[in-house]
C-alpha cells in the first residue's frame, strides 16, 4: 500500500491557514500556494537519489552529492495544478512539465481526457503528479493510469487538501503510489467540495470567480 505523507512543517500549516481563508485576495493566494509548493518540494525530494560528485573548494577537494534534476517530471492536472508548478521549479529548476487536462463526462461522470502533452522521456523521469484538490479521486486516478499506460513506473501525487474519500480511492486504484499533502480534511459535501477545503481552487488561483 503507498504511504500518505502529512507534510504538517509549521511553516506550511501557517500558509495553508491562508490558504484557505475565504478573505485571502487572489494575488497573496497565488503566492501562498506557490509557497506552500516550494515547502512540499523540499518533503517529496527527502529521499531522492544523489550522484557523487567532485568539486574544488577555495582550499581542496571536496566530495559533493547533487540531484540530478534532469530525472525528474512534473505533471500538473489542468487547471489548478498550475498553480503549484513554479514553487517547485524554484527547487527543481531541471525538472521537465507535462500537463493533462481531464473533465468529466456529464453522462458517464467519467473523466475524459481532453489534452496530454508529456515530456519525450518521460518514461524515464521520476514523475509527481500535482492536483491542489484530491477530492474524490477521479482525475488523480485517471491522470496516473494515463501515465501507467505509457510506460511510467516511478509516480507521486502531491496535492495541497486531500478528502480522505480521495485518498481511499488513489489507494484502491494505485496501491503504489505514495501521497503528499499539506492536510486531510473531514470530507466531501454532495456537489464534490472538500469540507472545509478552500473552495475551488482553480478559481481561487486565477481569479474567475
Ligand atoms: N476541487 C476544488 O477545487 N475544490 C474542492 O473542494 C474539490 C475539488
Known amino acids: 500500500m503507498?504511504?500518505?505523507f502529512i507534510c504538517d512543517h509549521p511553516l506550511i500549516q501557517h500558509k495553508l491557514t491562508f490558504i484557505r481563508d475565504v478573505?485571502?485576495?487572489?494575488?497573496?493566494?497565488?503566492?501562498?500556494?506557490?509557497?506552500?509548493?516550494?515547502?512540499?518540494?523540499?518533503?517529496?525530494t527527502r529521499n531522492i537519489p544523489l550522484e557523487k560528485v567532485k568539486v574544488r573548494?577555495?582550499?581542496?577537494?571536496?566530495?559533493?552529492?547533487?540531484?540530478?534534476?534532469r530525472m525528474l517530471g512534473l505533471i500538473p492536472i489542468l487547471r489548478a495544478g498550475l498553480?503549484?508548478?513554479d514553487g517547485?521549479?524554484?527547487?527543481?529548476?531541471?525538472?521537465?512539465?507535462?500537463?493533462?487536462?481531464?473533465?468529466?463526462d456529464p453522462?458517464?461522470?467519467?473523466?475524459?481526457?481532453?489534452?496530454?502533452?508529456l515530456p519525450t522521456d518521460v518514461t524515464e523521469r521520476e514523475l509527481i503528479v500535482i492536483d491542489?484538490?484530491?477530492?474524490?479521486?477521479?482525475?488523480?486516478?485517471?491522470?496516473?493510469?494515463?501515465?501507467k499506460e505509457r510506460g511510467c513506473n516511478q509516480i507521486k501525487l502531491m496535492c495541497l487538501i486531500a478528502a480522505p474519500e480521495g485518498v481511499k480511492a488513489v489507494q484502491e486504484e494505485h496501491p503504489d503510489i505514495d501521497i503528499y499533502v499539506a492536510a486531510i480534511d473531514d470530507r466531501l459535501d454532495e456537489h464534490g467540495y472538500i469540507i472545509p477545503g478552500l473552495g475551488d481552487a482553480g478559481d481561487r488561483l486565477f481569479g474567475t470567480k
Open 57 to 69: 573548494t577555495p582550499v581542496s577537494d571536496a566530495d559533493g552529492k547533487i540531484i540530478s534534476g
Open 132 to 147: 491542489p484538490m484530491l477530492a474524490t479521486g477521479g482525475s488523480a486516478n485517471a491522470s496516473i493510469q494515463l501515465l
Open 83 to 85: 498553480g503549484m508548478v
Open 107 to 117: 453522462e458517464t461522470l467519467q473523466p475524459v481526457e481532453y489534452y496530454v502533452k
Open 23 to 44: 478573505n485571502t485576495k487572489t494575488k497573496d493566494f497565488r503566492d501562498y500556494v506557490d509557497e506552500v509548493a516550494t515547502l512540499m518540494a523540499y518533503e517529496i
Open 2 to 4: 503507498g504511504k500518505v
Open 88 to 104: 517547485i521549479l524554484k527547487l527543481l529548476p531541471a525538472a521537465k512539465v507535462g500537463h493533462i487536462g481531464l473533465y468529466r
